[in-house]
């Protein structure tokens, strides 16, 4: 979509955030030739990184003002407030307020004005992700959603934004909060953090109680999974099958159902229940509000779990792994004779 046809062409548009998803959103929309001001904190380390990217940047307060759009892009926890201080007193009558997530609008911890357009753009990957594919003339999928529509022209709004950030150029794919925001908790939970984490802790665990050295099970159960993961990432079950050996597959027929099975999916009901009812979203708040003490003791944990002692000395010898390896030094060859 050009510039010209772009909904939001004349539009002032509020990106509150300069994490992974803020700069490449603000950044995206800027070069799809749309108004872009960021709103931060002042001083802060985004904010001069955004004022070197050459944006405008001012308060939270002062850029929602006169905004057409406000893309609200910092973490779930910090946006109830967020809204109270500095979009709630601020967005003007028919502006948009937009989501990438909708945790705080489908649990209640943000009820929107009224008389705004409440919508949301998820793009279905990373900012590095949105960025870089942006700049080769591509997109990642988007899924998009309206919750309130009062101008009338919210859907229109909606798909604007995602065209400027660059998801119009693959896919975008209609949703509502609701959805939006329980799968994406589940998927997190049963399978992509939590599943994926705790199968890989319990796989090494239960080779080195059996007497394997760690090194050997650090490799087999989390080092090639980014493998697996890479194969299902480009073609799906077919894929992966299609690379792995056959005794790989026959292993996979018969024992991946012993591992996981109609117990792991009666608990992973349980999760989804929990996330449905707000059981879930309750607990978080909670933890949050008192510190974070849980989370704290949990990710600690996970820090001084053996699998991350043993990970760490075997990815210092895997340069690869490093964004920018150092040249290995070569050691002078030694003259024959």
């Known amino acids: 979509m050009s510039n010209a046809s772009n909904p939001l062409a004349t539009s002032r548009i509020a990106v509150l955030g300069y994490g992974s998803q803020g700069r490449a959103h603000a950044l995206n929309l800027r070069d799809s030739g749309l108004d872009v001001v960021v709103g931060l904190r002042p001083n802060g380390p985004t904010w001069h990184k955004a004022k070197a990217d050459g944006f405008n940047v001012a308060e939270p307060a002062e850029a929602v003002k006169g905004a057409d759009l406000v893309a609200v892009l910092t973490p779930d926890m910090v946006q109830p407030t967020l809204y109270r201080e500095s979009i709630e ?16 609008v489908h649990f209640g911890q943000i009820k929107p004005r ?21 700049e080769r003339g591509r997109g990642v999928p988007c899924i998009w959603a309206v919750h309130q529509d009062v101008s009338g022209q919210a859907e ?3 798909k604007g934004y995602a065209d400027g950030i660059g998801g119009g150029r693959a896919m975008i794919i209609r949703t509502d909060f609701k959805e939006e925001t329980e799968t994406d908790l589940f998927g997190e939970q049963a399978v992509l953090c939590g599943g994926a984490s705790e199968l890989v802790i319990k796989g090494f665990e239960t080779l080195v109680e059996a007497g394997y050295q760690p090194e050997i099970a650090y490799y087999e159960v989390m080092h090639e999974l980014k493998l697996i993961v890479d194969l299902f990432y480009d073609g799906g079950l ?12 026959y ?31 309750r607990n978080w708040i909670a933890e949050y509000q008192a510190g974070l003490p849980n989370y704290k003791r949990l990710k600690q944990a996970d820090l001084e779990h053996p699998i991350e002692q043993v990970g760490a000395k075997l990815r210092a010898r895997m340069p690869w792994l490093q964004p920018n390896p150092a040249p290995a030094a070569v050691a002078p060859l030694k003259k024959a004779g």
Do not use: C, W
């Open 89 to 104: 007193p601020n967005i003007k009558p028919g502006a948009a307020l937009l989501f990438a997530h909708g945790f705080n």
């Open 114 to 134: 009224a008389d705004i357009d409440v919508i949301l753009v998820a793009p279905k990957g990373p900012g590095a992700l949105v960025r870089s594919e942006y």
């Open 156 to 158: 229109a709004k909606t």
């Open 238 to 249: 077919a894929k992966m099958l299609q690379f792995v050996s056959e005794t790989a597959q």
């Open 251 to 281: 292993g996979d027929y018969v024992s991946g159902p012993r591992v996981v099975d109609a117990g792991t999916k009666a608990r992973m009901k349980d999760v989804l229940t929990d996330i449905q009812d707000g059981t879930f979203a």
